[in-house]
């Protein structure tokens, strides 16, 4: 048994992130004010976009993401099943539907080679997903969104550090906007949070109406005008000094995370029972999660108790989407996305993240393999059926 519990993801906070948060409590702003601006900026140049607007959490960035590209009622956009369910209620909320396109099944994103056979002229968007911290195919997706004339918005809200051919994710090269969280278990936190980055300028002054009740003062700042039907999705000073404070340490974050994947892709090279998804050549992996898939012979669900008995916290990313309850209810009950519901049935992720030692993850890797010994071999002694 171990004697610390080790979750598959969680924050690290420095003493200079607590100093950046009591500077701000003790400033005029605490919201609305001037460290929002300066993390907007910062960010940007970070990923190498003009512009980014923070707000809220990562579900509000989608929203607005998708309502600045002009996703409304009756239309369609195209997004892997394999994902939080924000990915797609994004979309609902705007009244459009939600179209899925199955996944590679050894990295876990969208199977390029099947998205333009999802398209249809309904089609306003798409959105894809980097699964883990590992881009999708960024230049096959563009060649077929500029074929048809549709918007691209990166979910990107696991590959903030990440990169394809050699172009941080965020800088939009490929796309019209990407969406960014910092959800305390991401790469870096401001609690609860998230951001949107374009090179678009219309498309950042929409963003930035709809953040705020669709509301500006445009010749003085006491005549505030609503332009649009906006939202409350501000984040505040306090959130923004953190993220600012973070995101210096970014780089020293992911490196961390890739040396942990490094460690666990060697430990795993040999094995059988318990196989690390696949990274592409091109891609830069951030390694938000470090996923694993079951030999299909193990019970996940009590492989996963198991581990947890022993102080693991393993996690499931993701229940395929179109399975929800609430989607089975409402038109998604005969779709089928075979290679998504495979890697779903299979897929563990274990933990990985910048303050884990040298010692707990020999524990995890022993630990797992023991554990994933014995329910293969409960599993092969089992008589045919």
């Not at 460290?35 to 910062?42: G, H, L, R, S």
């Not at 512009?51 to 409304?72: D, F, K, P, R």
């Not at 950042?204 to 505030?224: E, F, Q, T």
Request: hydrophobic share 40%; with cysteine.
């Amino acid at each position: 048994m171990s004697t610390k519990y080790l979750p598959y993801g969680k924050q690290t906070i420095e003493q200079d992130d607590i100093d950046a948060v009591s500077a701000v409590l003790k400033s005029d702003y605490l919201t609305c004010g001037p460290a929002v601006d300066e993390f907007e900026k910062k960010f940007a140049g970070k990923v190498g976009a003009k512009y980014a607007v923070a707000v809220a959490n990562g579900t509000a960035a989608l929203h607005i993401a998708y309502a600045a590209a002009g996703l409304s009622c009756d239309d369609e956009f195209v997004t892997t099943p394999l994902t939080f369910a924000a990915t797609a209620n994004a979309g609902l909320f705007l009244g459009a539907k939600a179209v899925f396109t199955d996944i590679e099944p050894d990295t876990g994103n969208m199977d390029m080679a099947q998205l333009e056979a999802r398209i249809t002229e309904r089609t306003r968007l798409i959105a894809p997903v980097h699964y883990g911290g590992q881009p999708v195919d960024l230049a096959e997706l563009n060649q077929v969104a500029r074929k048809y004339n549709i918007r691209v918005v990166e979910d990107a809200c696991h590959a903030l550090g990440a990169s394809f051919a050699g172009i941080p994710v965020g800088s939009c090269k490929y796309s019209d906007m990407t969406v960014f969280s910092f959800h305390p278990v991401k790469h870096i936190t401001t609690g609860e949070g998230g951001a949107v980055t374009t090179n678009d300028e219309g498309l950042y002054n929409a963003l930035r109406l709809l953040r705020s009740h669709g509301i500006s003062s445009p010749d003085k700042p006491w005549d505030k005008r609503m332009q649009l039907l906006g939202y409350n999705y501000r984040l505040t000073d306090i959130q923004a000094a953190l993220g600012s404070s973070q995101l210096g340490k970014l780089e020293r974050f992911v490196e961390k995370r890739r040396e942990i994947a490094a460690a666990y892709d060697e430990a795993f090279a040999g094995s059988k029972l318990l196989r690390p998804v696949q990274t592409r050549r091109g891609r830069t992996h951030s390694y938000h999660l470090y996923a694993l898939l079951l030999d299909g012979r193990i019970d996940r669900d009590s492989f996963i108790e198991k581990a947890h008995k022993t102080g693991i916290g393993l996690q499931v990313h993701y229940g395929p989407v179109h399975k929800h309850p609430y989607y089975q209810e409402h038109g998604y009950g005969g779709v089928s996305m075979p290679a998504a519901e495979e890697f779903a049935r299979r897929v563990v992720s274990i933990p990985i993240y910048p303050k884990l030692t040298r010692d707990e993850i020999k524990y995890v890797v022993k630990t797992l393999a023991d554990i994933a010994g014995s329910a293969g071999r409960t599993a092969w002694e089992k008589p045919p059926q």
